[in-house]
């Protein structure tokens, strides 16, 4: 289950942080990431962050948003400065992870989770 937080109204140059939790039976976490769909458009990833570190940003957000994450929390972090109008959508959160059933047998199962959005309006 992943739980998002951090969204809200923000004017035209303010920032914002998102927050998504992944709780329950998680074994190891593959990747996280963010995507948003604004109203009338397809939903498109913004950026995500690998087990590794590796990060990959949407060119509209380049040098305006940072992704991190705290693998003991199991969460990651969207920053998310000098937003514009266009930024307007509901974010949703994603992870690639494997879930855990300690049985016996010991099984792990590698699922892609999403969060239930959180809508950012950014008014210009």
């Known amino acids: 289950q992943l739980q998002a937080s951090g969204g809200g109204l923000v004017q035209s140059g303010g920032s914002l942080r998102l927050s998504c939790a992944a709780s329950?039976?998680?074994?190891?976490?593959?990747?996280m990431g963010w995507y948003r769909q604004a109203p009338g458009k397809q939903r498109e990833l913004v950026a995500d962050i690998t087990s590794g570190g590796s990060t990959n940003y949407e060119d509209a957000v380049k040098g305006r948003f940072t992704i991190s994450r705290d693998s003991a929390k199991k969460t990651v972090y969207l920053q998310m400065n000098s937003l514009k109008p266009e930024d307007t959508a509901v974010y949703y959160c994603?992870?690639?992870?494997?879930?855990?059933?300690?049985?016996?047998?010991?099984?792990?199962?590698?699922?892609?989770?999403w969060g239930q959005g959180t809508l950012v309006t950014v008014s210009s």
């Open positions: 994603n992870a690639d992870l494997d879930h855990v059933d300690y049985g016996p047998p010991f099984s792990l199962t590698r699922n892609e989770y």
């Open positions: 329950g039976s998680v074994f190891s976490i593959y990747s």
